[in-house]
């Protein structure tokens, strides 16, 4: 006992004594999702945005330049965020909401559970898009006012009151704007119309399709800049609301003590990204900024991805979950009636925030992704390896055409590809698109465009199976029913 009071430990010693969840007091969480960014954004080089909320987190935390969703979709994306599980594994293979209905089994821990088991409190502000909501469980929700959670500065606003309340215990707060989703349908981002007044405390920042640099992966057409433009648009929208967020923080006094990141769920809403496992579609801003981390300002090339989330900000709030039976699966998903031992909160991730003050950390320079739906329409099941310079993607559907998410589908800029009878998408063929083999293989040193497909090239047969080998491991460890594919179709 003497020691452990001379260690600080008093108060944590007390708590297993009395049989109260024991966590370390003043260490809070922000996670701030926006819903379908890329690299758009100042701090990662993008010299037209106006980003400067984020480029001041940037500043004063990490910017990850390697950091990956491990599934292009919205929904499927934010259940590996919350569990440190792929969803293959949890059975939230596409989107929760509407006809689509997919679900996490009821049994899998999730990280705003375990973190109330702790001794926080939680609270949802806007974009939530998990089921079921029992399994997803926040002690509040403040979405008074968020108008379809596009008014980041009323999100922020509603997130300062709750941060302010008289509450001795510490924090974990999931900030999620839909911006800069697009908004459905030919009709753009649901901000191009913008006014002064259309998003109370937000100022409309607009840009001169003229100026946009278009990426490489998609044609430099007239619809595109302007769907671009508005895109940025909605960008600088979410960026003043974050802007809002950070000074609440400080003016609370909660900038010491609390852990912010940064990320969004896919890549950005156009064809050649979201939806896809090319890098457009999977590598995405992640910026971190920890009160316990040496340096500011700088970047690490450590490979992670979103089933790292979770594991990351329980090592932060120093956490270990108690144990809990196996969330299993009965004959329709469902745990099992008898669920058994206990057994240890295990995650597929783990954390990475020994590589905050590290440029080029060693042991973080492989990771996998598995995406198998987006919409339920739209089923095409690709596994990923990336390991070093080289990726593998396992299109498992091959034979199936690409799938479309209906909004892309609808945009003016690939409605303008089909008006104009294309050959041509951004560096590839239209019909390389639509039609893909069942192995790809890429050097994202020499080819980061992703157009030279050696998988086929005998010179590399040896490197395409050692890849394909890890790939295979992985799946067996993570429980991935698709695995049987390598020995039928």
């Known amino acids: 006992m003497i020691d452990t009071v001379r260690n600080g430990s008093a108060a944590m010693l007390l708590c297993c004594l009395l049989g109260v969840p024991a966590t370390a007091a003043n260490r809070n969480v922000v996670l701030f999702v926006v819903d379908d960014q890329g690299d758009q954004a100042g701090c990662f080089g993008n010299k037209l945005i106006r980003t400067p909320s984020l480029d001041s987190l940037a500043a004063a935390g990490t910017r990850f330049t390697r950091a990956y969703c491990t599934t292009a979709s919205c929904s499927a994306s934010r259940s590996v965020l919350m569990t440190g599980l792929y969803n293959h594994a949890t059975g939230h293979y596409g989107h929760a909401h509407g006809y689509n209905h997919f679900s996490t089994y009821s049994g899998v821990a999730t990280l705003p559970v375990l973190l109330a088991e702790a001794g926080y409190r939680t609270c949802s502000i806007g974009k939530y898009h998990l089921a079921p909501r029992q399994t ?98 909605a960008i600088s929208r979410l960026d003043q609301g974050l802007g809002v967020l950070l000074k609440a923080l400080k003016e609370t006094g909660h900038w010491d003590d609390t852990l912010i990141v940064f990320l969004s769920d896919n890549g950005p809403p156009f064809p050649g990204a979201k939806t896809t496992l ?120 091959h034979q199936l055409p690409y799938p479309f998410a209906s909004d892309l589908f609808a945009s003016p800029t690939w409605q303008g590809v089909l008006r104009r009878k294309d050959v041509l998408f951004g560096k590839r063929t239209v019909y390389s698109y639509l039609h893909r083999p069942r192995h790809e293989l890429y050097d994202l040193v020499a080819d980061p465009d992703e157009i030279t497909n050696m998988a086929y090239q005998p010179a590399q047969q040896e490197r395409l199976k050692a890849l394909q080998e890890k790939l295979k491991t992985w799946q067996r460890r993570t429980r991935d029913p698709w695995i049987l594919k390598w020995r039928y179709e």
């Open 136 to 233: 997803y469980h926040f002690q509040d929700y403040r979405n008074a006012g968020v108008q379809g959670n596009r008014n980041a500065v009323r999100m922020a606003n509603n997130a300062r009151e709750w941060i302010a309340e008289n509450d001795s215990k510490p924090f974990f707060l999931y900030f999620c704007t839909s911006d800069p989703h697009r908004g459905g349908g030919p009709d753009g981002f649901s901000n191009f119309n913008d006014t002064p007044d259309r998003y109370p405390g937000v100022t409309p920042v607009r840009y001169d399709p003229e100026k946009i640099v278009v990426p490489p992966w998609l044609p430099d057409q007239p619809e595109v800049r302007r769907e671009l433009a508005e895109y940025y648009q």
């Open 278 to 397: 090319y890098e457009p579609g999977m590598n995405l801003p992640l910026i971190v900024r920890s009160p316990d981390q040496k340096t500011s300002g700088g970047t690490t090339d450590a490979r992670v991805n979103w089933a790292d989330i979770t594991p990351t900000i329980l090592d932060f709030c120093r956490v270990t979950p108690r144990p809990r039976p196996p969330f299993g699966r009965g004959p329709n998903g469902e745990p099992p009636r008898k669920p058994g031992k206990p057994r240890p909160v295990s995650f597929h991730g783990r954390s990475f925030l020994s590589t905050l003050d590290t440029p080029h950390p060693k042991g973080f320079d492989e990771i996998h992704a598995s995406h198998t739906f987006h919409e339920i329409t739209m089923y095409y099941p690709m596994r990923v390896i990336i390991s070093g310079r080289y990726k593998y993607i396992f299109n498992i559907a």
